[in-house]
């Protein structure tokens, strides 16, 4: 197993154990990934302290719901379901998986735009929750 391999499997059962027991829609999930929001990676060459104006999240696809679970920067390990947001109500305007990291932008209810970023070994969840949302009702 790949040391990526190892990151994505840790990552993702440190935020589905925590999804799980948090109080929401209890629903198993289905697809996840971590991604992250805020500006570009870019803009840290200029100045290290943009990356205070990004959040690190765990994205889960269920059957009904999106959620985005904050996951601490400094730790990694979970801290709160920030934003549960209902499958078919959230639009997703735009894509790109290509070079070393990808993004898309969506319409999240409450929240407006969020544009969120993905390095390249979360290609295939991503993948597969853009599938999940574009065939939603």
């Known amino acids: 197993m790949a040391a990526g391999d190892r990151a994505k499997?840790?990552?993702?059962?440190?935020?589905?154990?925590?999804?799980?027991?948090?109080?929401g829609p209890g629903?198993?999930?289905l697809a996840g990934a971590q991604v992250?929001?805020?500006?570009?990676?870019?803009?840290?060459?200029?100045?290290?302290?943009?990356?205070?104006?990004g959040r690190t999240y765990y994205l889960a696809l269920t059957e009904h719901h999106?959620?985005?679970?904050?996951?601490?920067?400094w730790t990694g390990r979970p801290r709160q379901v920030a934003i549960i947001a209902p499958r078919d109500q959230v639009r997703v305007?735009?894509?790109r998986t290509g070079g070393q990291m990808?993004?898309?932008?969506?319409e999240v209810p409450g929240r407006g735009r969020?544009?969120?970023?993905?390095?390249?070994?979360?290609?295939?969840?991503?993948?597969?929750?853009?599938?999940?949302?574009?065939?939603?009702?």
């Open 9 to 23: 499997k840790k990552i993702s059962e440190r935020a589905e154990a925590f999804i799980a027991s948090a109080p």
């Open 27 to 29: 629903e198993p999930i």
């Open 36 to 53: 992250i929001s805020g500006l570009s990676r870019a803009w840290t060459v200029w100045s290290g302290t943009t990356r205070m104006f």
């Open 66 to 73: 999106l959620l985005f679970c904050w996951i601490s920067a």
């Open 93 to 95: 305007t735009g894509s």
């Open 102 to 106: 990808g993004w898309l932008t969506c």
């Open 114 to 137: 969020m544009t969120l970023r993905f390095y390249r070994m979360w290609w295939p969840e991503i993948e597969a929750i853009l599938a999940a949302l574009k065939t939603s009702p």
